[in-house]
C-alpha cells in the first residue's frame, strides 16, 4: 500500500506539473481553443479504449447501463440543478467558453482522476509487476491531463491561480483513488463505468460543441491529434 500510495503521488504531481507547464508563460485566448481540442480528443480516447472496456470485464450485462447512467446523471445535473451555458451565452467579453463548461470539464477530469489512483491501487493489489505497469501508463497522460484542465480554466475566464488549483483538485483525487481501493476494492465495478459516462459526457456534449464552433478544418485536425497522442502512448504502454 505505502508503494501503490507513493507512485500515486508521483502521478499526481504530474497532473500539478502539466497545469504548471501552461501557466508559467502567456497563451493567447485563440490558442486555448487548440488546447481544449487537443484535450478533447484525448478525453474522449480514454473514455471509449480504456475506461468502457474495463467495465465491460466486470459485467457484460450492466456496466453498458453504468455508463449510460454516468451520462444522464451529468446531464440532468447541467440541465436542472445547474443549467449549462453554452459559449456565446452568459459569458464576459474575451472568453470563448463558459465557466460553468470549465467546472464541468474539471468535475468530469476530476472523477477520471479519481479512478488513476483506483487503477495503480488495483495493479498493487494484483501484482507489483501489473502495478508498476499501470502507473508508467497512467503518468504518460497525467502531464497532458493537467495541461488540458488548465487551458480550460483559463478559456472559461478563470485566473491562472484557478487553473492550478484546479490541477491539485486532480491530483487530489488520484490520491484518494489508491485509498479507496485499498478499502473499498469492489466499488470499482459501478464507480468505473459511471465515470466513464461523465466522461464521454464532458467530451462530447461539452467540449466539442465548443471546438466546432471555430471555421476550418484546422480545429478537427487538432481533435484527431489529442486522438492519436492517446494512441501512441497506449501503444508505447498496454496495459
Do not use: Q
Request: charged share 10%; proline share 4%; aromatic share 10%.
Amino acid at each position: 500500500m505505502l508503494l501503490s500510495l507513493t507512485l500515486g503521488l508521483l502521478a499526481a504531481l504530474a497532473d500539478v506539473l502539466g497545469g504548471l507547464v501552461l501557466v508559467r508563460r502567456h497563451w493567447e485566448k485563440r490558442y486555448l481553443r487548440y488546447f481544449v481540442a487537443l484535450g478533447a480528443g484525448f478525453m474522449l480516447s480514454v473514455a471509449f479504449l480504456e475506461m468502457v472496456p474495463e467495465s465491460l470485464r466486470f459485467s457484460p450485462r450492466w456496466s453498458p447501463v453504468l455508463v449510460l447512467a454516468g451520462y444522464c446523471a451529468i446531464h440532468l445535473l447541467e440541465h436542472t440543478i445547474t443549467p449549462h451555458f453554452h459559449f456565446g451565452e452568459e459569458t464576459h467579453a474575451g472568453e470563448f467558453m463558459s465557466a460553468k463548461t470549465g467546472y464541468s470539464v474539471l468535475s468530469g477530469l476530476a472523477v477520471h482522476a479519481l479512478f488513476d489512483g483506483v487503477a495503480i491501487g488495483s495493479g498493487f493489489v494484483l501484482s507489483t509487476w501489473l502495478g508498476w505497469l499501470i502507473f508508467l501508463a497512467i503518468l504518460l497522460h497525467k502531464m497532458p491531463e493537467g495541461f488540458t484542465v488548465a487551458s480550460v480554466m483559463l478559456a472559461s475566464g478563470r485566473s491562472r491561480r484557478a487553473a492550478l488549483i484546479s490541477t491539485t483538485i486532480l491530483a487530489a483525487s488520484t490520491i484518494l483513488g489508491v485509498l479507496v481501493i485499498s478499502l473499498l476494492p469492489s466499488w470499482v465495478e459501478v464507480g468505473l463505468p459511471l465515470s466513464a459516462g461523465v466522461a464521454i459526457y464532458v467530451g462530447a456534449t461539452d467540449l466539442v460543441p465548443e471546438v466546432n464552433r471555430e471555421p476550418g478544418i484546422r480545429m478537427a485536425l487538432v481533435f484527431f491529434a489529442g486522438v492519436l497522442i492517446f494512441l501512441v502512448l497506449r501503444l508505447l504502454m498496454p496495459v
